[in-house]
Nanobody
């Protein structure tokens, strides 16, 4: 089992950069596929990015490809989301999630979730 705590969300302006962090508890962090999802007001939660247990495989939603980078530091039990050139449509609560599947981009494949961190991008 793993517990996840996100941080780093705040109000930024369009074009700014921001890095989110997700700290995980538990000694088996390195065995989990990790991902970021987001949920905007009135919308379904959507996939943003995922990274394999080793960090060797990453996959992004088309809407963030080329602007966001997911990474992880297994020695620190932390996964990151570097977000560049932020747009107002990136405004959402961002959630960190952990999965035992090797590769997954759907909510149902992730058993563990953080509480979320708010990112607001003003135009």
């Amino acid at each position: 089992q793993v517990q996840l705590v996100e941080s780093g969300g705040r109000l930024v302006q369009a074009g700014d950069s921001l890095t989110l962090s997700c700290a995980a508890s538990g000694r088996t962090f390195s065995s989990y596929t990790m991902a970021w999802f987001r949920q905007a007001p009135g919308k379904e939660r959507e996939f943003v990015a995922t990274i394999s247990w080793s960090g060797g495989m990453t996959y992004y939603a088309d809407s963030v490809k080329g602007r966001f980078t997911i990474s992880r530091d297994n020695s620190k039990n932390t996964v990151y989301l570097q977000m560049n050139n932020l747009k107002p449509e990136d405004t959402a609560v961002y959630y960190c999630a952990a999965s035992t599947y090797y590769s997954a981009s759907t909510n149902s494949k992730y058993a563990y979730w953080g509480q979320g961190t708010q990112v607001t991008v003003s135009s």
